[in-house]
């Protein structure tokens, strides 16, 4: 068997921290000493020095990390959110270099990611194909000749020369897709966790996936889903804080990820290296997703209510404090902000709020969810004064829509709610 | 899978790169075709929605060179050495424009351009150098009006302009691209460049002959202005195309000594700075 991908002791540092520093203008004064030590800051960019604090914050997002991948396997990555999955796959494309090690790669690698890169709103559809299928690498005669494939593929054929800043955006989806499927690279890498667009358009992708992998090319795929990794890959590695902690078979390698806890099953915990800082006095502790029972879930009901616990502590009193949640979809749309003191009477009566362990907890009526996956993130800040802690995506959960409004019919149902509405229909004449 | 079977994959080496093997013209090559279709692209989409369209590459270089010839010619009375002052000043202005637009468009093309930066890989040299050649295209069509305009002042030009010309233009070429790939690189980082870019272009036209003409400085100025590569460039294009002037001289060498200086420091330090582009863009 011939090796794909080998990779040897690779590791990749970020330099993280110099952009919090640079832009807290909180006052006129602030703005002016910033302004009086330009040409300082200038004369230290050009000597290559640049400020002493962001110098020491460097973060491994990988490290060590060794693998061989034979070719025609397809292999998944999972891990937590920062585990370096993503980092990973970026190095393997080429978008950006390591720090340290070597990547083997024997052939062209294609990713789902760079769908629609380089669309210019101006330009026809044809155009686009052209200009799309050369960024991604394809030689002119080879576009040439996968072209009228391209074209049936997207199913825009009618208006392949109509500029696609008139397409709708499934028909611009559709045929960005189109060049992106017909690179035939011969290793894919596929990171659904940043794949955007709809439902339809991720089912495309997997599906695209597994027809590359029976064609005997070698895949990648980095995923959340635990089901999808399951069906889709032979085996996987699991990443956690940039190395690799285990390569098995993927029903062991997914049990041990399971296992080891660091899963976003309903439940997120804080280790004391999670929280910067600049947080305190406020420590989050962990955030859980309940039933009505008070079990713990990953995967909500619609028709049932969920209740949102935050558990943190505060080593001070924290005056105008208030805790809260977002909900967004996996597109990256929020659905609501919410706080514990939105009520103006419980704001008053936590004006200030003393030293201690708390819990913040919210229940999210029931028929609200649609089908799909959503991600919780959290605030935690005094109005106007400091924000203390902040994470956009803390856990992550699945909705199960059995029994919500409109399932007889096997459709999906746009937008990311999914109300019982109250409908009346009255003959009137 | 038939098709996989024909060709033997290329194998890719991936690791932290280092000094000169981290040019690699040999992607460059590869994606030969990228650099066509980027610029083209830009051509095609530049005057879209524009009601004037391409006369916009016309209107630009004739209005500054009507604004010139009223202040510097019709106000201050400038020496010329005896060329109408139209003709003197719009054939600056063609190669001056060049450089502008190059400047403007390539210092910004990997921030415009980021979506692709952060996602694909292929030579991010390629950004900056379709933008500059972009702007070859708006320089054809203004040539017309020159030429033009050479027939109505009946300027007669020497037969040196068909061999030399070129090299001129090759010259605000490469000036272009190595202050493009320098401030292009340095903008990943530091969007000062944004902020310094309109009165850096604006100091640079002065320190150029573009207004005035070069003979008229004494031999001090002469040599100081000689360091600014477009001096050579201005005062090339007069000689090809007027005939004014001592054509290659000390003073054209000096200026394509820098042009070539800044243009291979500049390819080195968009190179160093490649690897991280993805990560701080």
Redesign the interface.
Known sequence: MTIAISVKQLGKK?QIGAAETKFRYNMLRDVLVDTVYAPVRLAK?LIGKSDRRSNKNFVWALKDISFDLEEGRVLGIVGRNGAGKSTLL????????????????????G?L??VG??F?P??TGR?NI??NG????M??TEIDKKFDEMVEFSEVAQFIDTPVKRYSSGMYLRLAFAVAAHL?P?ILVVDEVLAVGDAEFQRKCLGKMNDVAQ???TVLFVSHNMSAILRLTQEALVLKKGQLIKRAPTPEAVDFYLASGQTESGERVWEADEIPDASAPFRPIRLQLKDRSGKVVDTVRSTEPVSAEWEYQLDAPVTGLRVGLYLNTMRGEYVFTAFDTDDAKQYEQFGTRPAGRYISCCQIPADFFNEGRYSLGVNASSFGVRRYFMDESALSFNVDISGAPGTQWPEVRQGPIRPRLDWKIEKID | MTELAKHEPTTIYIKPSKGLAALNLRDLWIYRELVFFMVWRDVKVKYKQTLLGMAWAVIQPVMTMLVFTFVFDRVAKLSTDGIQYEVFSFTALLPWGLFVTALNQGSRSLVAHNNMVTKIYFPRLILPMSSVFAGLVDFAIAFVILIALMFYYQVTPAWHLLWTLPLFLLLAIVTALGVALWLSAINVKYRDVNHALPFVTQFWLFATPVAYSFSTLSENLQIALSLNPMTGVVNGFRWALLGTGNGPDLALWISVIISVLIFISGLFYFRSMEKTFADTI
């Open positions: 970020y960019a970026k190095i393997l494309s080429r978008v950006t270099e390591p720090t340290e090690g070597t990547v083997t790669v024997r052939g062209r690698v990713s990611l760079e890169t380089g210019h101006e330009l155009e052209y200009m050369a960024i991604l690498g030689k002119r035939e011969e064609q005997g090319r």
